[in-house]
């Protein structure tokens, strides 16, 4: 079955470093979806991407969709505390569900 | 974007017991779906509710176990049937817009199995 593969599983940066998760799937996704869970939160929608080579920003985020649509990063400028959490890529699979990435968790030391 | 509302948030459940959540939905959306989540891991998918019909599990979840319904385009309810430690979770409703398909998840119902 499809399968969506996250790395890093924990990533720990200091204040003002740069951070990237990225995922890649077994097959060719119709979008991927990017969410990010605090702890003891649920996930929270952060973007969607559709388009081959799709790049999206959000003010110090920056969101790529690979041009086969089998791959997506995430990356942070300059983190800041508020950006601890685990980031989840999900792509979207045949039957209109999404299919779910293991998640990054980022720690940032201050 | 929709606004997905569960109860309950959280409950303690003795074990051999069955406990139904609810998930409503602000907007008609297109489909809902059931995942759970384990302590530190990922969400994995039970089932996508259809209205009016049977629920489509995946693989390694059962509908004696964990019976679906959604009698409208706005309301499902999952049970967890005969729980044990190991449905000790969150349970996480979800829904697909009509616009985007952006899926919105609702806030979650931790469940505790002693």
């Known amino acids: 079955g499809q399968q969506v593969m996250q790395i890093p599983q924990y990533q720990h940066v200091q204040e003002g470093e740069d951070f990237t998760t990225y995922c890649n799937s077994s097959?060719?996704?119709?979008?991927i979806q990017w969410y990010k869970q605090r702890p003891g939160g649920h996930p929270v929608f952060l973007i969607q991407l559709v388009k081959s080579g799709e790049v999206k920003k959000q003010k110090r985020l920056t969101f790529q969709f690979g041009e086969a649509k089998k791959n997506s990063s995430l990356h942070i400028t300059a983190t800041q505390t508020t950006d601890v959490g685990t980031y989840f890529c999900?792509?979207?699979?045949?039957?209109?569900?999404?299919?779910f990435g293991k998640g990054t968790k980022l720690s940032v030391k201050p | 974007s929709a606004v997905i509302s569960q109860k309950p948030s959280r409950d303690i459940c003795q074990r051999g017991t069955s406990l139904t959540i609810q998930c409503q939905v602000d907007?008609?959306?297109?489909?809902m779906f059931w995942y759970r989540q384990q302590p530190g891991q990922s969400l994995t998918l039970i089932a996508t509710a259809n209205q009016g019909s049977e629920a489509t599990y995946e693989s390694g979840f059962v509908i004696d176990k964990f019976p679906i319904s959604r009698p409208n385009l706005t309301f499902s309810t999952l049970t967890v049937s005969n729980m044990s430690p190991e449905d000790s979770s969150i349970y996480l409703c979800?829904?697909?817009?009509w616009g985007e398909g952006t899926i919105y998840f609702g806030e979650g119902s931790w469940l505790t199995v002693v």
């Open positions: 907007s008609q959306v297109t489909m």
């Open positions: 999900a792509g979207g699979g045949s039957q209109g569900n999404l299919i």
């Open positions: 097959t060719t996704l119709s979008n």
């Open positions: 979800s829904a697909r817009d």
